[in-house]
Every structure is written in C-alpha cells, then in structure tokens.
C-alpha cells in the first residue's frame, strides 16, 4: 500500500513539476510560430524523460548511489569535473529562468515590476529550503501544482483539429523559418531532458531511502508520471497555437502576452489561472533547482548532504543552495527578460545533455553497480538517439539564433 500510494504521489509531482517556465515559455512560443507542428518534440523529449527518470530511480534503487556519486566513483573527479561545471552553469540559468517565472507571475498580480521582486523569491525560496524538509518539496509545493491542468481543460474546451494534432507526433520539416523551428524543437527537448530532472530524482530516491523492493514502483513512476506531465506540457502548445493564431501572433515578444493563452476560454478567471499555475511550478522548479545545486556540489566533494537534515549538520550543502539562490536572483533583478533567458537556457541545457548522459549510460551497463538490472539495448538506443538528436539541433541553430538568423 506504501508503494502504491508513493506512485500516485509520483504522478502528482510529475504534474507539478514537469511543467515550469521552461517547459512552458518553450512549448507557447512553439504553438505561436508554428502551430501543432512540434507536437513530436513534446512526445520525443517526454519518452527519453521517462526513460532516464526510470534509470535514475533503478540506479539509485539498486546500487544506493546517486547519479553524481557514481559517476565519481566509477570515473574518478577528474572526469567528473566536466559534466558538473557545465551542469552547474546551465542549471544557474535554468534558476534565473524559475525565479523569473515567479517574479512575473507576482508582477501579474501586483502591478509591480518583475526585477523588484526577484530578490523577494530568492529569500523565500531559501526560507522554504532552511526550514522545510523533503517530504514538504516532493508532496506539497508540487501537489499544488495540479492547477496546471486548466491547460488540458483548455485544449480541449477551445476544439483544435485532433486529427492534426495527432499527425503532427511525427517529425516534420518546416516549411519556412527552418533555423527557428530547429532551435526551437531543440528548446522543447532541452526543456523536457534537462539533466536537473533525473539527477534531482535520484538524490530524492536515495532521500527516501528506496531499494530494489521499490524497482516496480519507480517503472510506474516514471511511465505514468512523466506521460502526464507531457500531456500537460502538449497542452500548452496546443493551446497556444490556438488562442495566439486567433489574436494574430506569431511570435512571443513579450511575457504579458502569455496570459491570453488562457483568457480566450476561461475570460478573467483565465489571467488568475495563469499567474497562479507559473507562481506554483515556477517556485517548485526554483527550489528543486537550487536544492539540485546543493546535492551536486556535496556529491561531488564528498560532503554530507540531506534536505532532512539540519542546516548545521550539512555546512557545504546548505551553502552551495543558498549561494546558486543569490546569484540566479541577479539576472533577474539586473532587468534580464525572463521569457528570453529560459528559452536559450533550454538550448543551452540540449547542448550540456551528452555531457552528463553518456557516463551516466555507462554506468547503467555496469556489472558492478547494477548485476541482473542493468540496462537493455532498447534503453541504451532510446536515450543515446534522442540525446544525440538534441545535442545536434542545439548545436547547430543556438549561434544562429544569437546572432539573429532565420
């Protein structure tokens, strides 16, 4: 019963925190260029997501280690070293991305600038983290992330063509902006594959002191969480390409323009429904973002680590959360645009990917840290191919975009 109530509890998460800033600036700004087309970016990235949120929770399960203390153990620091510092950086700027995300919701509400309001979450992001445990982040913050399925309900209330919908789950070349649409796929790739995802889930295993027993209830997990959750993020998009076409937008340029996303069908009540869903996961996402920082640094170095521990007894842990909280708020309050700052994050984050992904694969065909559980050659395929697909496209379209190419 314990097991099957942590899989409901694994869903609820998976909805709550699939879909942030990230996953929603990305998905808006694609159903606003190109209508339903990169639906299949959304179903590509979910499936390699699945996939290596259940090896995260297996490795963890079985071998008791973390992805970072494995990886330190099988290969040394040294090699290490490279997967973490580009890790670090990006998830510095996925961070700047979340605590934007609910600066703007607040901004929203209040009428009062989004820069003023970044150092505000930063500290109340830092207070939930000193004072709270890890059962409030895993089962409560999250849980409050359910209101993010008014975008389900929005899909369907606004009656897009289904029949093209479902066509588009299947690659396509664009018929024009062809550089656009390829960083943007690689955007919404980044955006679903971000290493922060498994890696955070699997310290959470080992938080919760899971072992073989829970292999069964982590599959489940992984399948039936993160497919709700990129139902939700495939909602977005198809929302967008709705109610954007339909006021004449082609492009986001600004974050005001968001909240139409759900004005055309819940009116009013739709600008309420929106800040409100980008202030719950966008805060949950900061926080798991900046924890991730801690486990990162002192699974790395060798400290000790636990968010259910006290601050006090964890020094360098409490730190290095409390220091990526500090300089991911000055973006932000330094007048960065958010909605620009997530989206080359999540390209950035398809580029870092490979980095992290191949030691992770080796150590998942490891006799040693996985005997009879080690990965098959489906598993293997799924996660090298669409990682590589990612790295690719960020590669090859991220300096175009920088530089101002179509």
């Known amino acids: 019963m314990k097991k099957l109530l942590e899989i409901s509890l694994g869903v609820v998460t998976s909805i709550g925190g699939f879909l942030e800033m990230g996953e929603m600036s990305t998905a808006a700004q694609a159903g606003a260029a190109f209508n339903v087309q990169l639906v299949w970016a959304v179903v590509l990235g979910t499936i390699c997501v699945a996939f290596l949120v259940e090896m995260a929770g297996r490795f963890s399960a079985v071998s008791g280690h973390t992805i970072i203390d494995g990886i330190r153990d099988r290969f040394g620091i040294k090699v290490l070293a490279w997967p973490l510092v580009t890790t670090v950086l990006v998830s510095l700027l996925v961070l700047s991305a979340e605590i934007g995300g609910v600066s703007i919701a607040l901004e929203f509400a209040t009428g009062i600038t989004y820069r003023w309001w970044a150092v505000p979450v930063a500290v109340a992001s830092w207070l939930f983290l000193w004072r709270g445990t890890f059962g409030m982040l ?94 939700i993020s495939a909602a977005v998009l198809v ?16 974050f005001h323009q968001l909240p139409l996303l759900l004005i055309d069908t819940f009116g009013m009540w739709g600008f309420a429904l929106f800040a409100a869903s980008l202030a719950i996961a966008s805060f949950g996402a900061a926080v798991e973002v900046a924890l991730l920082q801690g486990y990162l ?93 990612a790295f690719v496209l960020g590669v090859v379209t991220l300096p175009l975009q920088i530089i101002g190419g179509t």
């Open 138 to 231: 895993e089962k409560g913050v999250t849980s409050l992330g359910l209101i993010t399925l008014c975008f389900v309900v929005a899909a369907f209330r606004l009656q897009p063509d289904w029949a093209q919908v479902a066509a588009s789950a299947i690659p396509s070349k664009p018929h024009t902006q062809a550089a656009t649409y390829w960083f943007m796929a690689a955007s919404i790739l980044g955006a679903s594959l971000s290493p922060t995802l498994f890696l955070f889930y699997s310290s959470g295993a080992i938080e919760d002191r899971w072992d073989r027993s829970y292999i069964g209830a982590n599959r489940a997990i992984a399948a039936l969480g993160m497919t709700f959750g990129g139902v």
């Open 239 to 254: 929302v967008a390409a709705q109610s954007m076409h339909a006021h004449g937008i082609e492009s986001i340029e600004d």
């Open 297 to 389: 640094f002192a699974q790395s170095f060798g400290w000790n680590w636990g968010q259910d521990c006290p601050p006090r007894a964890n020094p360098g842990f409490s730190l290095a959360y409390t220091c990526a909280l500090v300089i991911g708020a000055i973006p932000i309050a330094a007048g960065a645009d958010p909605l620009k700052l997530t989206i080359l994050s999540m390209a950035l984050t398809a580029v870092n990917l490979p980095l992290m992904v191949v030691p992770f694969i080796v150590l998942m065909n490891d006799e040693h840290y996985m005997g009879e559980h080690r990965n098959g050659p489906v598993s293997n395929a799924a996660v090298l191919g669409i990682t590589g697909l």
